[in-house]
């Protein structure tokens, strides 16, 4: 009889004090992911809804919120099954300061995926100059950037080298400027080939009237004038419109006669004087 009341006796504490702990632990456990998942679904929503931020910055912020409730709700279940948090707490830390230390250099490219997504200095699908590369923007992520160059290779660049690196975003403004130069003959028209030039330029289909474009003599060169073109053109078309307007004037320049030089060699042969005098000496000598 002493052995069983022993038994039941502890089954009453375990359901008491244990049981009961495991129980609420798991209802704690049930009710945390569906807050976890209600509350993504509202931040993923409202995120992406917004027009000040894009998805990379949308997909940050979900991504560490998702982060903040788990670690919650590890405390809130640490603390329902009745150990002290203090020491996982501290654990964590020197974890953290641990890991920090052995991932400084990822942490600086989280850092600055971090300021890329939020101060936006580009964003997906711009065309960009990072260092030596340049090609369309990809993916930005936390780490780093994806590139991809017209030759079609991908290019990852670390997020910490693209702020410490000279970067141009050629897509940032709606308008960008073509320049062409020009080289005509000398003894060319210089007001007729202007003309002529500028009507071509300002007929091309990409070629927007403001800012107008303009034609001006830059440079006397060794074998020709040098003229200057330049025309602005929507960002999207300034490849086309470049290598068009080259092919357009090229062809305009040719059908109103206009001369395109080429470096040349005049080479003059000299009568060498003593070979006459000494053939003059010989015929009088005859």
């Not at 409730?69 to 948090?85: D, K």
């Not at 073509?178 to 000398?186: E, K, M």
Request: a neutral charge; charged letters at 20%; aromatic letters at 8%.
């Amino acid at each position: 009889m002493d052995f069983l009341e022993t038994l039941k006796q502890i089954g009453i504490d375990f359901v008491e004090n244990t049981g009961l702990a495991i129980v609420r632990t798991l209802a704690f456990l049930v009710l945390g992911i569906v807050i976890i998942k209600i509350v993504q679904t509202i931040v993923r929503g409202a995120t992406l809804r917004s027009k000040k931020l894009d998805s990379s910055a949308a997909s940050f912020i979900i991504s560490v919120i998702t982060v903040i409730l788990y670690v919650a709700l590890i405390i809130v279940l640490v603390t329902s099954l009745g150990f002290s948090t203090a020491g996982i707490i501290a654990g964590f830390s020197a974890v953290a300061l641990a890991i920090a230390l052995a991932l400084k250099d990822s942490l600086a490219s989280l850092a600055n995926g971090v300021i890329i997504i939020f101060t936006k200095p580009f964003k997906k699908g711009d065309y960009v100059k990072i260092g030596e590369y340049d090609g369309l923007v990809q993916d930005i992520r936390l780490f780093n950037t994806k590139i991809l160059t017209y030759n079609n290779e991908e290019v990852i660049v670390p997020n910490s080298d693209v702020l410490s690196q000279e970067m141009i975003n050629y897509s940032a403004m709606p308008l960008r400027r073509v320049c062409i130069d020009v080289p005509l003959a000398y003894g060319t028209d210089v007001a007729k080939a202007k003309q002529i030039i500028l009507e071509c330029v300002r007929a091309y289909r990409y070629v927007v009237p403001s800012p107008a474009p303009s034609v001006d003599l830059t440079a006397y060169g060794n074998s020709a004038l040098k003229f200057s073109v330049k025309a602005w053109t929507p960002t999207e078309n300034y490849w086309t419109t470049l290598f068009g307007l080259h092919e357009e004037i090229y062809n305009t320049v040719n059908a109103n006669g206009l001369k395109i030089p080429f470096n040349q060699l005049d080479v003059r042969i000299v009568p060498d004087q003593n070979k006459n005098s000494d053939d003059s000496a010989q015929g009088g000598r005859q």
